[in-house]
């Protein structure tokens, strides 16, 4: 239940009252009918039985006063009645007037014999200004202004005009009690509208929303909504009291304009303000994004990454075509709403070992014309079958390097053959590739099939050798000297650390790969305590190296880790690891060590295999 404007603009003008003159000056006897406007929640309409009761406190209490009304017409919610002549004391059968003065007293409304909480505090005599004998209550005309300027701070904190209320009081009071006998217009004056929102679009489709607020006292109908041209809506219905409506207000310009004007929300209100400004700008444009860094891929072999195509506009986006550099393709052309994206499958094909890279360019109706992204790729050989993975680990103890931790990496299965140094030391000749190759290299016994280990070579051939077999490849070589890679001369390179091409393993990982790994069943030699299942040595080699994986494998599938030939690897010392066929079993172990410290010897009793990074 909620009290009319009438009951609550009196009940202002009484609490302007006590505060000036003290409540002791408004008690009184009320000598005519009191009204009540009052509200119910749930646009009711129909009839219902009504009743007062004064009450001494807000919960419990006395009664001091008891009348039953009668039947109420009540009309979408709304309905109004008088009382004050037919009612009794407390719960006594006599007939009495109430007498209402400036001490806190409760009323409350019987609906249909059940009381409605909460109760309504009065302060003072509801109709003191009515009433005609309010005047003599009121000692002179200046402390009628004193009043009328109170309420009319009220009246303006609600949007209302009090210009003339304390010029003329007398004349006020007198237009206040007509237009409190008018019950539709004093509501109005309880409600009270107002409008927020970001409405500046820019060049954003994004819906923004409206938010409608009711700040005074009774339900506000908002009959409907107004847009400018470009923007759109809909919503009408009544917002309660103290609430607000959230409205979603859309941008669809039809040209490459600005756009602007007011939103004018229309209601029953007569105080607040029910217009705002929206603005925005027509636009087309667009936005690329996507990772299209292939990295290495297969020569012949596609792989597929998202091009995201954004219209970050306001405006339909037509793209017309995409068009895409050597090795790249995909296709799509269409309509992209304002706000929304595309997605787009491109497709790399490499047929070629070979860096490929270049922009891809979308072109559309979009502000600026077409647009790119750049993209790239390496074709390169099928991963070697004949490489392991190795999961890293750390050594155990009784290694001379134990303790040390090992990322993970690849390494070759066998050791390189004469055939595979022979196959890239030539190609990088006849190609002129730079590399001082040429000649290096051989077999032992001289004249030994390909598949025996190419034997012959320095440490900085073999190193040499690693960066041309990348090349050859389409990987990025891993030893650089100044900046540059590696092809001639007897110095010490660096490592690129983010090259993917082919290298010499590091010790520590040459030993943690000989060992198993973490499959390791804890060996001598590398895959068995027994050296004649695993390991070409003096013993048992005749004199010479034979081909490679014709001993068994270790716990990783890697062959000749232990015996055949020794095996290169990158330290500062140029260590070599795994003892050969020159040299007695004492020398095969996993945890066996030697030092050449003239990197540029070459011996017929020194090979080596090949390692990449972990992902390469």
């Keep these: 239940m909620k009290k009319r404007s009438s009951q609550i603009f009196y009940a202002i003008l009484s609490i302007a009252f006590i505060l000036m003159m003290g409540a002791g000056h408004l008690s009184a006897q009320v000598p005519s009918l009191l009204e009540y ?55 006594s059968t006599t007939s009495i007037a109430p007498t209402l ?67 003329n009081p007398t004349a006020t009071i007198a237009t206040m009690e007509k237009t409190a006998k008018n019950v539709l217009e004093l509501q109005k004056v309880f409600r009270v509208i107002g409008l927020t929102g970001n409405l500046a679009f820019g060049n954003s489709s994004t819906t923004r929303q409206l938010v409608i607020s009711n700040t005074g006292f009774y339900p506000l109908v908002v009959s409907g909504i107004t847009y400018p041209s470009g923007f759109s809506g809909a919503w009408s219905g009544t917002i309660a009291p103290g609430a607000t409506q959230s409205v979603g207000v859309t941008f669809t310009p039809s ?116 647009v790119a992204l750049a993209v790239s790729g390496v074709g390169e050989v099928p991963p070697s079958a004949n490489m392991v993975t190795v999961t890293g680990g750390t050594l155990p103890q009784g290694s001379g390097l134990a303790g040390q931790v090992v990322a993970a990496f690849r390494i070759g299965k066998y050791e390189v053959t004469w055939g595979e140094w022979k196959s890239v030391r030539d190609w990088a000749v006849a190609n002129n590739k730079g590399y001082d190759l040429a000649g290096v290299g051989g077999t032992y016994p001289e ?55 082919y290298r010499l393993p590091s010790e520590k990982e040459w030993e943690w790969a000989a060992r198993g790994g973490v499959s390791s069943q804890g060996y001598y030699y590398s895959g068995s305590n027994m050296v004649i299942e695993v390991a070409w040595t003096f013993e048992n080699s005749s004199g010479g190296s034979k081909a490679v994986g014709t001993k068994a494998a270790n716990e990783l599938g890697i062959y000749d880790m232990s015996g055949n030939v020794w095996e290169w690897c990158y330290t500062s010392s140029r260590r070599f690891r795994g003892g050969g066929w020159f040299h007695s079993v004492d020398y095969a172990g996993v945890a066996g060590r030697d030092v050449l410290s003239v990197p540029d010897d070459r011996f017929n009793y020194i090979g080596f295999r090949l390692a990449r990074s972990s992902g390469n």
């Excluded at 109420?72 to 709304?78: D, E, I, L, N, S």
């Excluded at 003065?101 to 302060?123: C, D, F, K, M, Y």
């Design 255 to 370: 040209a490459l304009q600005s756009y602007s004007g007011n939103i004018v929300v229309a209601s029953d209100a007569s105080c607040g303000v029910g217009t705002i400004a929206v603005s925005a700008q027509g636009a087309r444009s667009v936005g690329l994004a996507g990772n299209l860094s292939f990295g290495n891929n297969t020569v012949s072999v596609a792989s597929q990454l998202t091009l995201t195509i954004t219209n970050t506009g306001t405006m339909n986006l037509v793209v017309s075509g995409i068009t895409y550099p050597s090795g790249f393709s995909g296709a799509w052309s269409g309509t992209i709403a304002a706000g929304a994206l595309q997605n787009v499958t491109v497709t790399f094909t490499p047929t070629a070992l070979q860096a490929y890279s270049g922009n891809i360019t979308v072109n559309s109706n979009a502000a600026g014309g077409p």
């Design 37 to 91: 406007d009052g509200y119910m929640t749930g646009n009711i309409t129909g009839n219902r039985t009504i009743g007062v009761r004064l009450y001494n406190t807000s919960t419990n209490g006395t009664i001091l006063y008891s009348e039953i009304v009668g039947t109420v017409k009540v009309t979408q919610g709304q309905f109004y009645f008088q009382y004050g002549q037919n009612g009794t004391a407390g719960n």
């Design 447 to 501: 004249g030994a099939a390909d598949n025996f280990p190419v034997i012959n070579v320095s440490w900085y051939d073999v190193v040499k050798w690693s960066n041309a077999r990348s090349e050859k490849e389409g990987l990025t070589p891993v030893y650089q000297v100044s900046g540059a890679t590696y092809k001639t001369g007897k110095v010490a390179p660096t490592l690129n650390a983010s090259a993917n091409g």
């Design 101 to 167: 003065t400036g001490s806190q007293q409760w009323l409350a409304l019987t609906v249909n014999g059940t009381e409605q909480t909460p109760r309504e505090r009065l302060v003072a005599v509801p109709y003191a200004l009515k009433a005609k004998q309010s005047e003599d209550a009121q000692k002179t005309d200046a402390d009628l202004r004193q009043v009328v300027d109170a309420v009319g701070k009220v009246v303006v904190a609600f949007g209302g005009n009090a210009s003339n209320l304390v010029s």
